[in-house]
């Protein structure tokens, strides 16, 4: 069983950088999609980050030179590394894997797997 649980969020200035940890604590770590999403109040969940089956990358356009998403396969750990922050960057971050289709996705109806969430605050 996936059991993702995501750390490494907290209140920032802007500017600031952050780092976010899911770690698969299910330790199966089998899927290839994987994504960072987050939401903030009254908006839709949204990707930010995710990986592809040939082990590329895709950003959200807002996210894009600023954010980096990375795997530790060894530690069953995907990262986000989140530098020079705004404002409009706060919201909660989830962590998500797609273990029942072949190609990855932006949707967020595609991820079958959510972990509990992390908020990230970034304050001017």
């Known amino acids: 069983q996936v059991v993702l649980l995501e750390s490494g969020g907290g209140s920032v200035q802007v500017g600031g950088s952050l780092r976010l940890s899911c770690r698969d604590a299910?330790?199966?770590?089998?899927?290839?999609?994987m994504g960072w999403f987050r939401q903030a109040p009254g908006k839709e969940r949204e990707k930010v980050a995710r990986?592809?089956?040939?082990?590329?990358?895709t950003y959200a356009d807002s996210v894009k030179g600023r954010f980096t998403i990375s795997k530790d396969s060894a530690k069953s750990t995907l990262y986000l590394q989140m530098n020079s922050l705004k404002p409009e960057d706060s919201a909660m971050y989830y962590c998500?894997?797609?273990?029942?289709?072949?190609?990855?996705?932006?949707?967020?109806?595609?991820?079958?797997?959510w972990g509990q969430g992390t908020q990230v605050t970034v304050s001017s």
């Open positions: 299910g330790y199966r770590y089998v899927s290839s999609c």
């Open positions: 990986t592809n089956t040939d082990g590329s990358v």
């Open positions: 998500a894997a797609d273990t029942a289709h072949l190609t990855c996705s932006d949707y967020v109806d595609r991820y079958n797997i």
